[in-house]
C-alpha cells in the first residue's frame, strides 16, 4: 500500500512522458516481434496474391513513424477528455473545491498504468503462447476481457469492441483512479468511488455507442 501511495505522489509530468514512451515502446516491440511477413501473408492470403500482401507489408513498415509521431496527442486527447468526464462526476458530487481538474487530470494518467500493463500482458501472450495467428487475431484479442469467451468467428464484428472493453482491467482503472483522487484530497473514498462510477461509466457507455455507430456504418 505504500508504494502505491508513493506512486501517485510522483511527479505527474515524470509519469506523462514515461507512458508516452512506455506506449511507444510497446508500438515498436509489436510491430517488430508480433507484425512479420508471415502474419502479413496469413492475414490477406485469401484476398491477395503473395508478392501483393509484402508490397502492403513494407508500405505499413514505411509509414509506421506516423503512428509513433500521434502516439503523444491521443495521448493527451484521451486524458484530457477521460479527466473532463471524471471532473463532472466531481463537480456533481459537491468535491470540486477539494479536487481540482488539475488533480484529476494528473490521477487520470498516473492510473494509465493499468491499461499500459495489459497492453504488456497481451504483447507477451502473443509473442510466446499464441501460436500461429494473423492480424485478426491480434486485433481481436484482449486479455481478461468477455471477448476472450468466444472465437472470433462466432460474434459479429460490431460486438467485438464492446466485448473487449468489458474486461477486468477497466474494474482495476476505476478503483485506481478512485484511490488516486482520495490520496489528493481530504474526503472518503466513498466519494471519490461515488464521483468516478457516476461520470466514467455512462462516459464508457456512450463512447461504446459511439464506435457501434461508426462500426455498424462502415459494414452497412
Given at each position: 500500500?505504500?508504494?502505491?501511495?508513493?506512486?501517485?505522489?510522483?511527479?505527474?509530468?515524470?509519469?506523462?512522458?514515461?507512458?508516452?514512451i512506455a506506449n511507444?515502446?510497446?508500438?515498436?516491440?509489436?510491430?517488430?516481434?508480433?507484425?512479420?511477413?508471415?502474419?502479413?501473408?496469413?492475414?490477406?492470403?485469401?484476398?491477395?496474391?503473395?508478392?501483393?500482401?509484402?508490397?502492403?507489408?513494407?508500405?505499413?513498415?514505411?509509414?509506421?513513424?506516423?503512428?509513433?509521431?500521434?502516439?503523444?496527442?491521443?495521448?493527451?486527447?484521451?486524458?484530457?477528455?477521460?479527466?473532463?468526464?471524471?471532473?463532472?462526476?466531481?463537480?456533481?458530487?459537491?468535491?470540486?473545491?477539494?479536487?481540482?481538474?488539475?488533480?484529476?487530470?494528473?490521477?487520470?494518467?498516473?492510473?494509465?498504468?493499468?491499461?499500459?500493463?495489459?497492453?504488456?500482458?497481451?504483447?507477451?501472450?502473443?509473442?510466446?503462447?499464441?501460436?500461429?495467428?494473423?492480424?485478426?487475431?491480434?486485433?481481436?484479442?484482449?486479455?481478461?476481457?468477455?471477448?476472450?469467451?468466444?472465437?472470433?468467428?462466432?460474434?459479429?464484428?460490431?460486438?467485438?469492441?464492446?466485448?473487449?472493453?468489458?474486461?477486468?482491467?477497466?474494474?482495476?482503472y476505476l478503483l485506481?483512479?478512485s484511490y488516486g483522487?482520495?490520496?489528493?484530497?481530504?474526503?472518503?473514498?466513498?466519494?471519490?468511488?461515488?464521483?468516478?462510477?457516476?461520470?466514467?461509466?455512462?462516459?464508457?457507455?456512450?463512447?461504446?455507442?459511439?464506435?457501434?455507430?461508426?462500426?455498424?456504418?462502415?459494414?452497412?
Open positions: 500500500m505504500n508504494l502505491l501511495i508513493q506512486y501517485f505522489r510522483l511527479n505527474k509530468y515524470h509519469l506523462f512522458l514515461a507512458i508516452i511507444m515502446l510497446l508500438m515498436w516491440l509489436s510491430k517488430s516481434v508480433l507484425i512479420n511477413e508471415v502474419v502479413f501473408y496469413n492475414t490477406y492470403s485469401e484476398q491477395l496474391s503473395y508478392d501483393r500482401s509484402m508490397e502492403l507489408f513494407e508500405d505499413m513498415k514505411r509509414y509506421s513513424w506516423i503512428g509513433y509521431a500521434i502516439t503523444p496527442l491521443v495521448l493527451v486527447i484521451k486524458f484530457t477528455l477521460i479527466s473532463l468526464v471524471i471532473y463532472i462526476g466531481i463537480f456533481l458530487c459537491d468535491l470540486h473545491e477539494k479536487i481540482s481538474f488539475k488533480k484529476v487530470f494528473g490521477t487520470v494518467v498516473a492510473s494509465e498504468i493499468v491499461f499500459l500493463f495489459a497492453s504488456i500482458i497481451k504483447f507477451l501472450w502473443l509473442g510466446f503462447f499464441a501460436g500461429n495467428y494473423n492480424l485478426n487475431d491480434l486485433n481481436f484479442f484482449y486479455p481478461l476481457s468477455l471477448a476472450n469467451f468466444f472465437s472470433r468467428t462466432e460474434i459479429d464484428r460490431i460486438w467485438i469492441f464492446p466485448l473487449q472493453i468489458l474486461n477486468l482491467f477497466q474494474i482495476i485506481a483512479v483522487l482520495y490520496l489528493q484530497a481530504d474526503v472518503s473514498r466513498s466519494k471519490t468511488e461515488k464521483a468516478v462510477l457516476v461520470s466514467y461509466l455512462p462516459g464508457l457507455l456512450i463512447w461504446v455507442a459511439f464506435i457501434l455507430f461508426l462500426t455498424i456504418g462502415t459494414t452497412a
